[in-house]
C-alpha cells in the first residue's frame, strides 16, 4: 500500500461489521468529494444480500449473494470491489479506501494511512472493542491481500475526542487502571467532527462558542464542543456510557454488574449480551429497539422507555453544559435527532428552564433551526460520516 498523487478517481468507504458491510463510493475531482452511489452487503453468513443504490436514488443491485457467502466478511469482500469497479465509470478507476475503525487507542488522534506497522496496531485494539475492532481489521487485511497497491486510511470514531482534557477523560478508579487505558476515549467522533466543519462554515460565530451536539441514532451520544473541539462527552470507555440506546442500557449502576455475576452467576459474555443487545429501548419497552415504534405507542412500558431516554437526553444536555461553562447552540443530528420531532419536543420541553423553546411548527417539518425566536438556537444537521471518511482519505493520499 502507497500513497498515489492522485487528483482524479474513486475513492471506497467502508464501514465493516461481523455480518454486514456498508460501503459508499464517491468521486474524486478536483480536491472535492461527491457521492455516485452507495449499498450494504447483509446476512453474511446466513444468506448475504447486495443492495446498492445511486445517488440520485436509483436501484442499481438487490440480488442475493449466497453463492458468494463463505460466512465472512473477509472472503466477501474481494466480490464486492469487483462489483464496485465493474459499476465504476470507465474514468474513474478506484484510487483508495478509507475505513471507519471503531478505535484509535490512546495513539491515534487523527486518521492514519495503513502502512508498516498500524495494521498491527489497530488489531491490538482489540480488547477495547471487542465487538467491532476484529471485524474493521479483519476487512482493512482482506482488501490489502487482494489489492496490495490500493492505498488505504483508518478513520476511528475515538479520535476527534483526543481533544478531551484529563477531568472529562478520567475516571475515578485506582490510577494503575487508568494508567493501563482504562479511561473515557468517547465515540461518533467522524460524526461530531462532521457537524463542527458544518457549523464553521454556515454559523461560523456561534461555531467558535459553547455547542452541545446530541448524535440520536440507534447508538446515541452527546457532545459538548468549545471552538469546534470535543471538551465532554457522553460515551466513555465503551460504547455503552451515557444515554440509553436502542439496545444498550447507557450509565448503570456498575454495582448492578456485581450483583448479577454474584446472585445470577452471571459471566463477561452473558453480561455483554445483555448490555449490548437486550437493554435499552428494547429492554424497558419489551417491544422494539426502534424510536418508530415506540414515540407514539400508548403501551405504559413504550411510553417509559421514550420518556426514559428523554429525560437522560436532557440531563446529558445540562450536564455537558457545565463541561462547556454555558450553552449558545443545540444541534440535533442522526436517525432520531434528525426524524424525531416528538422526541426533540420532549426533550427541549424539559429544558425550558436553561432557555430552550421550541417553534412546533418548524420542529414538526424538521426544520434547519426549530428553536422558537428569542431562545438558545437549535439546528437539526443531518449528519455525514462518509463523506468525512472519503475528505480525510483524499486529504492522506494526496498530501
Ligand atoms: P445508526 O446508529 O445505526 O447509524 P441511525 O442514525 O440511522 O442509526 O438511526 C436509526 C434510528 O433512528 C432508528 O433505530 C430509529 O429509532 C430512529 N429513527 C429513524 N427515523 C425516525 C423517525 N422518523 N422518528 C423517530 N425515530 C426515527
Not at 115 to 129: D, I, K, M, Y
Not at 282 to 296: A, H, K, T
Not at 298 to 325: E, M, N
Not at 343 to 357: E, I, P, S, T, Y
Request: with cysteine; charged share 20%; aromatic share 6%.
Amino acid at each position: 500500500m502507497t500513497k498515489s498523487a492522485v487528483n482524479k478517481g474513486a475513492l471506497l468507504v467502508l464501514n465493516s461489521g461481523s455480518s454486514s458491510v456498508k460501503f459508499s463510493i464517491f468521486q474524486l475531482e478536483g480536491g472535492a468529494v461527491e457521492p455516485l452511489f452507495a449499498g450494504q452487503l447483509t446476512g453474511i453468513g446466513t444468506d448475504a444480500v447486495l443492495k446498492a443504490k445511486s445517488e440520485a436514488g436509483e436501484l442499481l443491485a438487490k440480488e442475493s449473494w449466497a453463492e458468494y457467502d463463505k460466512g465472512n466478511v473477509p472472503s466477501i469482500l474481494p466480490h464486492l470491489l469487483e462489483w464496485i469497479e465493474k459499476n465504476l465509470p470507465a474514468d474513474l478507476p478506484l484510487i483508495g479506501a478509507g475505513h471507519r475503525v471503531v478505535h484509535g487507542g490512546e495513539k491515534f488522534d487523527k486518521p492514519v494511512l495503513v502502512e508498516g506497522s498500524v495494521l498491527e496496531e489497530l488489531a491490538s485494539f482489540s480488547p477495547l472493542a471487542p465487538l467491532h475492532q476484529p471485524q474493521n481489521v479483519a476487512a482493512i487485511k482482506a482488501l490489502a491481500d487482494s489489492r496490495p497497491e490500493l492505498p488505504q486510511v483508518a478513520c476511528f470514531d475515538t479520535a476527534f475526542h483526543q481533544t478531551m482534557p484529563e477531568i472529562s477523560t478520567t475516571y475515578a478508579i485506582p490510577k494503575r487502571f487508568t494508567e493501563a487505558g482504562v479511561r473515557r476515549y468517547g465515540f461518533h467522533g467522524l460524526s461530531y467532527e462532521y457537524i463542527a466543519h458544518n457549523l464553521s462554515e454556515t454559523k461560523p460565530d456561534l461555531a467558535k462558542g459553547r455547542v452541545v451536539v446530541a448524535h440520536l441514532g440507534n447508538g446515541a451520544s452527546l457532545t459538548g464542543l468549545k471552538n469546534g473541539v470535543s471538551i465532554d462527552t457522553s460515551m466513555g470507555f465503551s460504547a455503552l456510557e451515557g444515554v440509553p440506546m436502542g439496545t444498550r442500557p447507557g450509565s448503570i449502576d456498575p454495582g448492578i454488574l456485581i450483583y448479577l455475576m454474584r446472585e445470577n452467576g452471571m459471566d463477561a459474555d452473558d453480561l455483554e449480551k445483555v448490555l449490548y443487545h437486550e437493554s435499552g429501548l428494547l429492554g424497558v419497552s419489551g417491544i422494539s429497539n426502534d424510536m418508530r415504534d415506540l414515540e407514539d405507542n400508548t403501551d405504559p412500558a413504550a411510553v417509559l422507555a421514550v420518556d426514559l431516554f428523554c429525560s437522560r437526553v436532557a440531563k446529558q444536555i445540562a450536564s455537558l453544559a457545565v463541561s462547556i461553562g454555558g450553552i449558545d447552540a443545540l444541534v440535533f443530528t442522526a436517525g432520531i435527532g434528525e426524524h424525531g420531532p416528538i422526541l426533540r419536543k420532549k426533550v427541549l420541553d424539559m429544558l425550558g428552564w436553561m432557555g430552550f423553546a421550541i417553534d412546533d411548527a418548524k420542529n414538526d417539518a424538521n426544520a434547519h433551526e426549530i428553536s422558537a425566536e428569542g431562545s438558545i438556537p437549535t439546528f437539526i444537521i443531518p449528519t455525514d460520516e462518509e463523506v468525512m471518511i472519503a475528505r480525510h482519505t483524499v486529504r492522506l493520499l494526496t498530501a
